[in-house]
Nanobody
Framework: VQLVESGGGSVQAGGSLRLSCAAS????????VAWFRQAPDKEREAVAA????????YYADSVKGRFAISQDSAKSTVYLQMNSLKPEDTGVYYC??????????????????WGQGTQVTVS
């Protein structure tokens, strides 16, 4: 499984960005796709996730109502639409894929495949 992220950049507070994660490889190994982010001097955290088979979604409390995760199955691409961005949303955003979906939310250990990361800076 290979994942390629795009769409990061710099934006002012209140602005929007859309991240894309293009996936390839064994589709059974990427039933779940998640976005994690890592801010400077902070641990990596799950932001949003989608179960591509049924469309279930997960959002961290900090982004509910502002971020939306979606998929285009034909393009094997997952998107993260980020609106009303805040400075605390700054960080490196990683796309990750794995075979399982957990009701408790995404855990890094369940995602063996990772993209290279894309920087999001909100000022």
């Amino acid at each position: 499984v290979q994942l390629v992220e795009s769409g990061g950049g710099s934006v002012q507070a209140g602005g929007s960005l859309r991240l894309s994660c293009a996936a390839s490889g064994d589709s059974t190994r990427r039933n779940s796709v998640a976005w994690f982010r890592q801010a400077p001097d902070k641990e990596r955290e799950a932001v949003a996730a989608i179960y591509t088979i049924a469309g279930n979604t997960y959002y961290a409390d900090s982004v509910k109502g502002r971020f939306a995760i979606s998929q285009d199955s034909a393009k094997s691409t997952v998107y993260l639409q980020m609106n009303s961005l805040k400075p605390e949303d700054t960080g490196v955003y990683y796309c990750a894929a794995g075979p399982v979906w957990r009701l408790v939310g995404p855990r890094e250990v369940d995602f063996p495949y990772w993209g290279q990361g894309t920087q999001v800076t909100v000022s």
